[in-house]
Every structure is written in C-alpha cells, then in structure tokens.
C-alpha cells in the first residue's frame, strides 16, 4: 500500500491540473489556486507513503518475520522430536533455525530449562492429590 501512495500523489496532481485547465477562462488567481490543490495532494501522497505508510508496513514485515521465526523453531524441534530424537538433539534442531543474533548458546539454553520447571516437576506430590 505504501509504495502505490505517490502513484495517488501524482493521480491527484494530474486530475488537479486537469481541473485547473478546465478553468482556463477564469482570472488567474483561481488558476493559482487550483494548481496548487493539485501540488497538495501530490504532496501529501508522497508524504504519507514515505513518512507514514512504509515504515510502519516495514515494522509489521519485521515483526512477522520475528514471529515465524519463532514458530518455525517450534516446528523444528517438535517434528524432530517426533521422528525419534533425542530431546537435546530437537531441542538443538530447533535453536538451529533461530538468527545467529536470537540464537541462545546450548549453555544459556540449558541454565533457562534448567530453571523453569513444570508444576509437575515442581510439585511431584500435586499428581498423587488428584
């Protein structure tokens, strides 16, 4: 959307232009006044796609190319799992997949298990309460 802004832009200017020609017989402070209406709107069409619309369409891309990321390693390490890998192996299979920037080392990845813990694991007692 926001790489067709200015083609609006230049839409608006042209139909501007058109429409202050169709004035032709008019003194020429309307004229004036008519181009430059024209001028505003290829303005604003060049303002909104590159001050507005495209950064914020970039942000969104690059969130929901973070996000998939993520799902993708999700998706890694379960399929890996499933085809009879050892847990760190899927585990591995999946950290893979991450940016090298995102991509925790195998250490900090295992001090992090490590510390979370199921509520199973937490409190081995709570499946004999049920």
Same mark, same amino acid.
């Given at each position: 959307?926001?790489?067709?802004?200015?083609?609006?832009?230049?839409?608006?200017?042209?139909?501007?232009?058109?429409?202050?020609? +169709?004035? =032709?017989?008019?003194? *020429?402070? @309307?004229? /004036?006044?008519?181009?430059?209406?024209?001028?505003?709107?290829?303005?604003?069409?060049?303002?909104?796609?590159?001050?507005?619309?495209?950064?914020?369409?970039?942000?969104?891309?690059?969130?929901?190319?973070?996000?998939?990321?993520?799902?993708?390693?999700?998706?890694?390490?379960?399929?890996?799992?499933?085809? +009879?890998? =050892?847990?760190?192996? *899927?585990? @591995?299979? /999946?950290?893979?997949?991450?940016?090298?920037?995102?991509?925790?080392?195998?250490?900090?990845?295992?001090?992090?298990?490590?510390?979370?813990?199921?509520?199973?694991?937490?409190?081995?007692?709570?499946?004999?309460?049920?």
């Amino acid at each position: 959307m926001g790489d067709s802004l200015p083609a609006f832009g230049i839409v608006a200017a042209v139909m501007g232009v058109v429409n202050a020609l +169709g004035a =032709a017989d008019r003194p *020429a402070g @309307e004229m /004036g006044a008519l181009i430059g209406h024209a001028m505003v709107g290829t303005f604003l069409g060049i303002l909104l796609a590159y001050g507005f619309i495209s950064p914020l369409a970039s942000r969104i891309r690059q969130r929901s190319s973070q996000q998939m990321k993520m799902m993708e390693c999700i998706k890694t390490t379960l399929l890996s799992s499933m085809n +009879g890998y =050892a847990p760190q192996i *899927a585990v @591995e299979f /999946g950290r893979k997949t991450l940016f090298l920037a995102d991509r925790p080392s195998f250490i900090e990845l295992e001090e992090h298990v490590r510390q979370v813990r199921t509520p199973m694991q937490a409190n081995p007692d709570a499946m004999k309460e049920e």
